[in-house]
């Protein structure tokens, strides 16, 4: 009787033990980086981005090659991000992305491998109202400083 007893206890312990470390409970904090499209996201409409950079005088840029590592959209409400390749150094312009859901949006680049350029930061909206004739919603990436 007392060997059941210690069996059924033990079953029911490890039991308890095996439930308290389900990933219902695991909150997650740091935001999810997305290089394709998410599954939210084809649930949704998405839109095609292609990024470009605006000089320190105002011009406009959407082609050459430029000391960019990568372009980054980050989703203001949910923290969730999308980048576009991390090559770590020098990219032609213009860059895309397919497939960002519509939503208000922090877009930066990040410094390319020589380091030469700094770039600022811009919030924009996301939806279709922004679509251009080509089909894409063009995002000018501020330049701040270069060497």
């Known amino acids: 009787?007392?060997?059941s007893i210690f069996t059924v206890s033990a079953f029911a312990g490890l039991l308890i033990i095996a439930l308290s470390f389900s990933s219902k409970g695991v909150v997650e904090t740091q935001p999810k980086v997305h290089s394709e499209i998410s599954d939210k996201a084809s649930k949704q409409q998405t839109f095609k981005i292609r990024y470009g950079l605006i000089t320190k005088n105002g011009t406009k840029i959407l082609s050459g090659n430029?000391?960019?590592g990568s372009f980054v959209a980050t989703n203001t409400a949910t923290g969730e991000e999308?980048?576009?390749y991390?090559?770590?150094g020098f990219q032609s312009l213009p860059q895309y992305f397919e497939?960002?859901?519509a939503g208000t949006y922090t877009f930066s680049a990040m410094q390319g491998q020589g380091r030469w350029t700094g770039y600022g930061s811009v919030v924009a909206t996301v939806s279709a109202a922004q679509v251009d004739g080509d089909g894409y919603i063009t995002?000018?990436?501020p330049i701040i400083w270069e060497v």
């Open 86 to 88: 991390y090559g770590g």
């Open 1 to 3: 009787m007392k060997k």
């Open 82 to 84: 999308f980048d576009t």
């Open 66 to 68: 430029h000391d960019v």
């Open 99 to 101: 497939g960002l859901p």
């Open 139 to 141: 995002i000018y990436i």
